[in-house]
């Protein structure tokens, strides 16, 4: 992994010991960056320090998609570099999205001001191997993953015969379906 500081790791690995559910889950997690880190430098290699830190964090990194270019959504103007990671371990959703919170801190990311605007790192849980989840800040399947081609080309990419829980559709079809209303 590029060197980053040894702070923002410890940040971004956290303790580890969050209870999960007992057994192992897997997630889809989309990823884009689209600011250069220093240390690390551009965006697809955020996301490939990302992957690394993600397996530092206690994570069984499964599958890992090539990254994709998409235009900014919003009011960024810098394009993006979105993939998407194939998790496993035995966290529970809440405990996932601190991880994955905690990595994008360590990753210079501020959840501060203007929606949408350009980030070093940003990390979404997409799918959870237990199917639907609701709370107070995440739903899983994420709410919009079926209407963003930078989505789902990288996930269908690793996890081809996933279903969403939601429509029953793979998310081969779902990026199939996407690419032919685009």
Known sequence: MPKTSDRAMRAARGSGSEPGLGHEHRYLVALGSNRRLPGIGGPRAVLNAAVAALSESGWRVVAVARPVASAPIGPSLRRYANGAVL???D???????????RIETAFGRRR?????????????IVLWSGGVWHG???????????????VLRPAAQIAPQWRDPVTGRTLRQLAARHGRQS
Do not use: E, Y
């Open 87 to 89: 998790i496993a371990g």
């Open 136 to 150: 107070p800040h995440l739903t899983i399947p994420h709410p919009l993953f079926r209407d963003r081609d930078f």
């Open 112 to 124: 501060r001001g203007q929606r949408w605007r350009s980030r070093t790192l940003d990390l979404d």
């Open 91 to 101: 966290r529970d959703p809440r405990a996932t999205l601190r991880d994955l919170q």
